[in-house]
């Protein structure tokens, strides 16, 4: 099992927290299966920037990502170089940090 920490946010786990999940799951995916919340207004289809997460470790064992994410990143508020959309971006077998940005674009949320 592969770990993700997730630097605590504000709104969505102000703790923080530990996720073991399997490889191959998307990092929303595992995000949404154990209780954080994350923004995903496009029904994970890489169609907007709601799911935005920056990958503090463990960027290079992700799948890379291909030009439509990296167009779609370029709309993302407070963008890094080791950003990635969370519905994109697949779990390998190495841990991750996951830091979850304080905003986003998104003016409605799903639910």
Partial sequence: MTQIIVLPHEELCP???LINVAAGISICDALLQN????????EKSCACTTCHVIIREGLNSLNPADELEDDMLDK??????NSRLSCQALVSDADLVVEIPKYTINMVKEG
């Fill in 76 to 81: 993302a508020w407070g963008l890094e170089p």
């Fill in 35 to 42: 209780g954080v919340d994350i923004e995903h207004a496009c």
């Fill in 15 to 17: 703790r923080g927290a």
